[in-house]
């Protein structure tokens, strides 16, 4: 780390250092320096930051700015740097690093959407998730909340095929228009009511023939606003929310933003509660990864195979049921340990899931990855590489299929991960056949991580004692976890109140979706399907 | 024709050459013909609906089987009524009117894909004596009709004024053409082998031994590439490209409503129990029951099920190949579509073709 800083201190002689609650370097550095920093730092020759993890966009009143954490895959180093917008509240603006890292284009996107600041250089500065009528920027500290201002559309949505490029021109700020599609495009539109899209994506497409041109992705079909509803919230009424993301990872995500409250207040969770939650995140990740095969067989037209992989995933939602009371929302992790003990016949149940999974996933071998049409429609197609998985953020199983071992879980040992025997899986191919066979190695790891916990759960009791009344301390805190679709970062400002000032969820599928467009550019409609199913985005988690 | 080889396969025309007689004792001839025209149309359209019924009953159940799941079980003694009481939901249902459409070809498309369907039935061997028109060119005729269905696919695409109806409907063009080519060359293969294209006669020829035993290798590679044709054909999973739920969302049929969507989905049905019925024709016999030579005594006992059990139970027995190919295959993307029948198909096809002639000039027929 020290290394790290005096590297940034070279570069931006102006740079100011300070270290946050999670032990990671933080930078401050002037806006006008930013873009040369960023350049050096990823193109460093031994410690590259090639992974943007998230940008979180800020509102500190008297500025707004942006704070960027890096990461470098060689060393997993890890670093943020604060950059405060120039210019005034009407036009804050920050030089692009979409240059650098593609996915910055979408992450930038969202800040514009909602603090506002320009990002110059940037090729697609529209709003990602909001109306492009909407007025005011909603994550500002004086936004106006008043519905009158935006009132509830019952008209056509509005929609441009035009976005707005900023560029500095002589120290001004100049506004360019810039055209999406080609004049004569015949442009198909793909969603948001579409049976492969995968919940309200919105894809539209340019087609020659059957082959894409181009497409542009809108998301933002049911975008909550959870960032924002969050601020007004008390830290463990934040929780909650995080069941209606990735509804899939529920567990896993509370396990996350529990681990960094708990961090934050420095509250010890029992073991008990240490493996209940592993144990549960993992049931949610074979039973995502399993309602992932079946739908992506679906939407290949393999009908059949869902009801096989519907088979377990029920059993585990069972599970899940006996325990949690939910079979989707399960509000279980909670600060402190978990909600409640776990049923009397969970080990039980979790013992009979593991007896009958080899037999399933040999079946699912034998009817799909086998099968010659489902290789010819997989195998080459859609193919990833590991430098665009890293650039465009692409983590979880779509990551490790492109040779990218982004496991969270490896990367940095969270809860009891560190002490448990399990593979990362990683195939080099990058192509939709090894993002499906990926699931199906990682269900595989997952049933023996819990072999491993089922017979070792600890007595104890499952929920320390916590304050009733929680606030985290002044500060800020960024934490990891891997969910069942890739790592989902979380990022808590606090000021010392019950309420958070700012928190941030950086989820895994928002960088799935920015992918699509590059890989399936130049392949067949029917692709992608195939891409879109196999990167398994799930569309509440990219729009929140 | 009279059946002197096999006496005891009971010939319908025993019942339906009196009839002819006694409406022709007090009725002139052209006004016999439209009686029995109507009451053959009544008739075909009874047996088209129930057949269609039946077929969606026994798709829904197959596919239940696969999946692990029951499937119908509500309405009626093991769910029998569910596609009857489908059928009226379908026929009370709102026809919705869309703007800026071409009404006139919108409304007309689901009536060329059911009367194409219809058509073929006309010359399907339903048994000893129950085909409606027995004609010299009976199968080139089935070829001819089922080829119109195309057109109404294309006009259902392109009258929609949807992007993709319009994606569905070329999808359907390419493939149909590609793969009629397959059908057509499978078919003359088979008629080689019979010497005729009356479907009567190519019943006939296989009295002794169906074709698929008498053809061997030739009429094996015919059977596997016809039932493979005949799946693109109908339009059904792993070819079911142009309507492609999970891309498409409907293709071609996206924008019908109530009794016109029903059409479509009728005839693809229908057309599946045709490319059976004709697998059936070319390949195992049509109406004619199980023969092993020699075997004279099980020859008579076969030759008590009434032929059109004998069809119809055949044509089942196809039709539940294709409904397992549907799921149990991924479906093929255009490309692969295309190149499987034009680098693949159709060169064995042809192949397959001078071999059934060698077959048949040296005699090598079993």
Known sequence: MANLQEKIAKLSPAATFEIDGTGILQATVPAKEWHDLAKALRDDKETPMDYLVTIVGADWVESLGCIYYLMSTTDRSMCSVKVVAEGDRETPYIDSVSDLWHIAEIYEREVYDFFGIIFINNKDMRRLFLNIDWVGYPLRKDYDEDPAINPISIENERQSDNTTVYTKEDGKIVKKERAIFHHDDFVVNIGPQHPATHGVLRFRTAVDGETIKKIDVYMGYIHRGVEKLCESLQYPQTLHFLDRLDYFSGQVYHHGLCLLYEKALNIEVSRRAQVIRVMMDELSRIASHCLFMGTYCMDLGATTMLFYTLRVREQILDIFEKTCGARMTFNYACIGGVMQDIAPDFAADVKALLEVLPANIKEYNKIFTGNVIAKNRMEGVGVLSREDAISYDVTGPAGRASGWACDMRKLFPYSIYGELDFEQCVRPEGDSMARFKIHIDEIEQSAKILAQLVDNIPEGEYCVKVPKVVKLPKGQWFQLVEGCRGACGFYVESDGSTKPVRLKIAPPCLPLAGVVEHITTGNKIADLITIGGSLDYIVPDMDR | ?366
């Open chain 2, 1 to 366: 024709m009279e059946n002197v080889q096999y006496p005891h396969i009971f010939d319908f025309s025993r019942i339906t050459g009196p009839i002819h007689d006694w409406l022709m004792g007090f009725l002139p001839a052209w006004l016999t013909t439209t009686v029995e025209c109507v009451a053959v149309g009544v008739g075909l359209l009874l047996v088209y609906a129930l057949l269609a019924l039946f077929y969606i009953y026994f798709e829904r159940k197959v596919c239940a089987a696969f999946q692990c799941r029951v499937g119908p079980n509500r309405v009626g003694p093991w769910g029998l009524l569910q596609s009857f009481a489908d059928m009226f939901k379908i026929l009370i249902k709102e026809l919705i009117q869309l703007n800026h459409i071409d009404k006139f070809l919108f409304a007309l498309a689901p009536y060329l894909v059911i009367i194409a369907s219809m058509m073929c039935f006309a010359v399907l061997p339903w048994g000893d004596g129950l085909q409606i028109i027995d004609f010299n060119i009976g199968i080139f005729f089935l070829i001819a009709c089922s080829s119109i269905g195309v057109l109404g696919i294309l006009l259902a695409g392109w009258s929609s004024n949807n992007k993709f109806t319009l994606i569905g409907a070329l999808r359907s063009g390419a493939q149909m053409v590609s793969y009629e080519l397959s059908i057509g060359l499978c078919v003359v293969t088979m008629v080689c082998l019979a010497g005729s294209m009356s479907v009567t006669d190519i019943v006939m020829a296989q009295a002794d031994t169906w074709f698929i035993i008498k053809g061997h290798v030739a009429a094996l590679i015919a059977f596997v590439i016809y039932m493979i044709a005949g799946t693109a054909e109908t339009n059904r999973g792993p070819f079911d490209l142009p309507e492609a739920e999970s891309e498409l969302t409907a293709g071609y049929h996206t924008e019908y409503s109530g009794i016109h969507f029903g059409f479509f989905y009728l005839a693809e049905y229908l057309n599946l129990f045709i490319v059976s019925g004709v697998a059936t024709l070319l390949f195992f016999g049509g109406w004619m029951p199980l023969h092993i030579p020699g075997w004279d005594g099980f020859n008579t006992v076969m030759d008590y099920i009434p032929t059109p059990i004998w069809f119809i139970g055949k044509a089942i027995l196809l039709s539940y190949i294709i409904i397992w190919f549907k799921w149990t295959f991924p479906r093929l993307r255009i490309d692969q579509l295309l190149s499987l029948e034009w680098k693949y198909l159709l060169p064995i096809n042809l192949f397959n073709l001078a071999l059934m002639v060698c077959i048949i000039t040296f005699h090598w027929t079993l």
